[in-house]
């Protein structure tokens, strides 16, 4: 019984910090991608 609960938190240990990762890895890349859009902008208002 003891087994189940501990792989059990375990398991969620490890997807929260999976799921934490992916969605620090998503606001990267949207910020990287929005500073490509603004530097565009920028010159091509030129």
């Given at each position: 019984?003891?087994?189940i609960i501990i792989i059990s938190?375990?398991?969620y240990l490890?997807?929260?910090l999976m799921?934490?990762?992916i969605?620090?890895?998503c606001k990267h890349e949207t910020?990287?991608?929005s500073k490509?859009?603004?530097y565009r902008?920028?010159?091509s208002a030129l």
């Open positions: 019984m003891n087994y938190v375990a398991a490890v997807m929260s799921a934490f990762q969605i620090e890895a910020q990287e991608i490509r859009y603004i902008e920028k010159y």
